[in-house]
């Protein structure tokens, strides 16, 4: 069965980095694009963008430019989510879900969440 | 991009009871390209409807959805316990795909 599961929870301090795993088990990985979801807390879900995992080729939704890198190891069937210079207005949970093949983008199948707080 | 909003905001309801939960797009999604999804407390959101209407894998029939264009509705039949829930709409016809802010289903 299709799974994602997420590395667990992170506690940052700001300005520090922090790099969130995304393993993927139960289907072929390069087949389907990855994308990541961000919820802030208490509020809703907000798109960051989604990367090939194909190609590699990442697209950042508008507001995620600069200090957010997606990143793959194929080989491990593993997407990453890479932020620097952390705020406190990035702690959240954050979300990997697979998109549907074919056009749109509909998410099938999510990760269980990585909550990252961002606190001194 | 397209807004999404959701009414009502709170919907308080009995076990056994019919909920309608409204999706209004700020523009017309395309192709019918409108999501809901159910999110339970500590738990990832859970697709339910896609093609505004078309149930996910394993979704009860209770759930249908409905709608096109701007106007979308997800109804509940008989609510069971575990419905019990906030649930999203999401249009993924354009970029960016987006949300809805939520309603939350709550037990009255």
């Known amino acids: 069965q299709v799974q994602l599961v997420q590395s667990g929870s992170e506690l940052k301090k700001p300005g520090a980095s922090v790099k969130v795993s995304c393993k993927a088990s139960?289907?072929?990985?390069?087949?389907?694009?990855m994308n990541w979801v961000r919820q802030a807390p208490g509020q809703g879900l907000e798109w960051m963008g989604w990367i090939n995992t194909n190609t590699g080729d990442p697209m950042y939704a508008q507001g995620f430019t600069g200090r957010f890198v997606f990143s793959l190891d194929t080989s491990v069937s593993t997407a990453y989510l890479q932020i620097s210079g952390l705020k406190a207005e990035d702690t959240a949970m954050y979300y990997c879900?697979?998109?549907?093949?074919?056009?749109?983008?509909?998410?099938?199948?999510w990760g269980q969440g990585t909550l990252v707080t961002v606190s001194s | 991009e397209i807004v999404l909003t959701q009414s009502p905001g709170t919907l308080s309801l009995s076990p056994g009871e019919r909920a309608t939960l409204s999706c209004r797009a700020s523009?017309?999604?395309?192709?019918?390209?409108l999501a809901w999804y159910q999110q339970k407390p500590g738990q990832a959101p859970r697709l339910l409807i896609y093609g505004a209407s078309s149930r996910a894998a394993d979704i009860p029939d209770r759930f249908s959805g409905s709608g096109s264009g701007t106007d979308f509705t997800l109804t509940i039949n008989r609510l069971e316990p575990e419905d019990f829930a906030v649930y999203y709409c999401q249009q993924y016809g354009s970029s960016p795909p987006t949300f809805g802010q939520g309603t939350k289903l709550e037990i009255k």
């Open positions: 879900a697979r998109k549907t093949r074919g056009s749109g983008g509909l998410f099938d199948y």
């Open positions: 523009q017309s999604v395309s192709s019918y390209y």
């Open positions: 139960g289907y072929t990985f390069t087949n389907y694009a």
